[in-house]
């Protein structure tokens, strides 16, 4: 298959949803991708959806009373199609319509919003899914271009001053407010972007998680371009 990802070692394609969902991450494998190349008009969707807040959730119905040109058609089917598939599957899709996400500037060493690389967490074996169908596209790091911010001493220490307690009380204050899930990125290291259309499975922290979680990062947005996201 002829695509930018196939030669990346975290990166496994295919190019069907029942192998997305039924191969197994291994080794330094930790995101697959669905590659496709998609033929509709998802700009023409977004533009006609009504944003309500920063992010506003779009139901299957609001797809389907947008009067659209043939090639938003072919857009709106592939979307409700992608939301089929998924919920069949047993995940609980939404498609999103985004202005931006909430920022934490609480304090200026370590961020815990979504534009900061992390990794999702859950206390089932569970999987992300993701697929932007307009505007600025996730990114993903390997994992060993990067690390984990509550190792750096610096970053440490400061974390600690804000803790009182012991080092066992600390581990979990760290895990409460999700400093653990942030990553910095060496110097060197080269973000991969997940690019338009196509639908990608993130490895999760879980507890019968067999490789490392995936690193990943929200895009920032381009200016006066909403993205139209599928998540779950």
Not at 206 to 229: F, M, S, T, W
Request: charged share 25%; net charge negative.
């Amino acid at each position: 298959m002829n695509n930018t990802f196939s030669d990346n070692d975290q990166i496994g394609v295919v190019s069907a949803f029942s192998d997305l969902v039924n191969t197994d991450f291994k080794g330094e494998m930790n995101a697959l991708c669905w590659y496709r190349n998609l033929d509709g008009d998802f700009a023409e969707i977004t533009a006609k959806l009504s944003l309500k807040e920063n992010i506003t959730e779009v139901f299957p119905e609001d797809l389907r009373a947008l009067q659209l040109s043939e090639k938003g058609n072919s857009a709106r089917e592939i979307i409700l199609n992608d939301l089929k598939l998924l919920t069949d599957f047993g995940a609980s899709p939404s498609l999103n319509l985004l202005k931006c996400y909430e920022r934490d500037d609480e304090f200026d060493f370590i961020s815990t919003d979504v534009y900061s690389f992390h990794v999702d967490r859950s206390p089932i074996a569970t999987d992300t899914f993701l697929c932007t169908y307009h505007g600025a596209a996730s990114d993903i790091i390997s994992n060993s271009q990067a690390e984990q911010k509550i190792l750096i001493p610096e970053i440490r220490a400061k974390l600690k001053k804000l803790h009182d307690g012991t080092d066992e009380e600390f581990e979990d204050f760290l895990k409460e407010n999700y400093f653990d899930l942030h990553y910095q990125v060496h110097e060197d290291a080269k973000p991969i972007n997940l690019g338009l259309g196509h639908i990608w499975r993130l490895a999760v922290d879980h507890p019968k998680q067999q490789v490392l979680p995936c690193i990943h990062r929200a895009p920032i947005e381009n200016d006066g371009e909403y993205r139209l996201l599928l998540i779950c």
